[in-house]
Antibody, heavy 119, light 105 residues
Framework: QVHLQESGPGLVKPSETLSLTCTVSGGSIATYYWTWIRQPPGKGLEWIGYTYHGGSTNYNPSLEGRVTISKDTSANQFSLTLKFVNAADTAVYYC?????????????WGQGILVTVSS | SYELTQAPSVSVSPGQTAKITCSGD??????ATWYQQTPGQSPLLIIY???RRPSGIPDRFSGSNSGNTATLTITGTQVLDEADYYC????????FGGGTRLTVL
């Protein structure tokens, strides 16, 4: 069973950089797509982006330019950085595994971490 | 960009059949995926490849996808099925619908 756990600061100041890490156990991140999703309080899910094969990435166009997703295969972790945050970036951030075989599906999710953007 | 549209809310009585729809341009040409999210929990995959259920998901959950609409059907709805349901598809990345809150009362 694959287990994912998000970690990082729960409070970030406006205009600063949000940094989160997802630690994966029970499976290697060398395969599959590894994804970040967020959910503002009381709202729906928003795909942020993912990393896959050898460190390639794909990002939501609405966040392109502010977001970077990277992975450390030796540590079995992948990370999210989001620059120049503002209050609209306040959300629960989830990491998840994306199985892209025959239709995409997010089959394993972390518990989520609430990140608040506030001074 | 590709968009998926869901009704904000659906209500059903216990034991009845709930249908939650997801609309998108030629959605039937893509695979639809469904997630269930109860308050304070992470989303849970309940349907993938339009109609397949992961291990452990009760068979009262079923899915279909044709034309512009994917449908999640819950047969014999139970109170514990009260949750938010999200559809998802692929369009050069992951696309989510806005979510439907299912109320069972």
């Amino acid at each position: 069973q694959v287990h994912l756990q998000e970690s990082g600061p729960g409070l970030v100041k406006p205009s600063e950089t949000l940094s989160l890490t997802c630690t994966v156990s029970g499976g290697s991140i060398a395969t599959y797509y590894w994804t970040w999703i967020r959910q503002p309080p009381g709202k729906g899910l928003e795909w942020i982006g993912y990393t896959y094969h050898g460190g390639s990435t794909n990002y939501n166009p609405s966040l392109e330019g502010r977001v970077t997703i990277s992975k450390d295969t030796s540590a079995n972790q992948f990370s999210l950085t989001l620059k120049f945050v503002n209050a609209a970036d306040t959300a629960v951030y989830y990491c998840a595994r994306l199985d892209d075989g025959s239709g995409s599906r997010l089959d394993f999710w972390g518990q989520g971490i609430l990140v608040t953007v506030s001074s | 960009s590709y968009e998926l549209t869901q009704a904000p809310s659906v209500s059903v009585s216990p034991g009845q059949t709930a249908k939650i729809t997801c609309s998108g341009d030629r959605l039937g040409d893509r695979y639809a995926t469904w997630y269930q999210q109860t308050p304070g929990q992470s989303p849970l995959l309940i349907i993938y490849q339009d109609s397949r259920r992961p291990s452990g998901i009760p068979d009262r959950f079923s899915g279909s996808n044709s034309g512009n609409t994917a449908t999640l059907t819950i047969t014999g709805t139970q109170v514990l099925d009260e949750a938010d349901y999200y559809c998802q598809a692929w369009d050069r990345g992951v696309v989510f619908g806005g979510g439907t809150r299912l109320t069972v009362l």
